[in-house]
């Protein structure tokens, strides 16, 4: 059984995962009104991942006998600028997350809560991830300035992402 104060933080992390979900459609929006296709397929197939992460903990707290209240979701911004600046901010916005789910991590360790551990390592593991492919992106980004062919050549190489 989950402790209320670990279901309510788990509460809280399924709405900032699908934030984020909402964050990157958002993103990919901005992406087609350009004809970055490209890098708004990855974007979309981006926030269905962050809807499986949310549904991953909305299940894990049904199994544990806890109650799933789902929150309100903020509007994310309408602009993000350069997909340079974009991306920086994907960056950033994983990082929040990765800092996010230490946080649960700890959380679920001080309540004694074992199998929450164990479900976490898995965010863990897949916040490495994260931020590694944000950062690969960002470091192309930086090396063609966000601009030019390697704009394009980055377009199509992140069209190709399965998901």
Not at 75 to 92: I, R
């Amino acid at each position: 059984m989950l402790s209320k104060k670990l279901e309510e933080a788990l509460n809280e992390q399924i709405k900032n995962e699908l934030y984020s979900a909402y964050l990157y459609l958002a993103m990919a929006a901005q992406c087609e009104a350009q004809n970055l296709n490209g890098f708004a397929h990855w974007l979309k197939v981006q926030a269905k991942e962050e809807i499986g992460h949310g549904m991953k903990i909305y299940d894990f707290v049904n199994d544990r006998g806890g109650r799933v209240i789902l929150k309100a979701i903020e509007q994310p911004p309408v602009e993000f600028g350069t997909p340079l600046d974009m991306f920086k901010k994907v960056l950033e916005h994983e990082q929040k997350v990765t800092s996010m789910i230490n946080q649960l991590y700890e959380l679920a360790k001080q309540e004694n809560d074992y199998p929450a551990q164990v479900m976490l390592q898995w965010f863990i593991d897949e916040q490495v991830e994260e931020e590694k492919n944000a950062s690969y992106i960002l470091a192309l980004l930086n090396y063609t300035e966000g601009k030019g062919q390697g704009l394009v050549l980055l377009d199509r190489e992140l069209g190709k992402r399965e998901g």
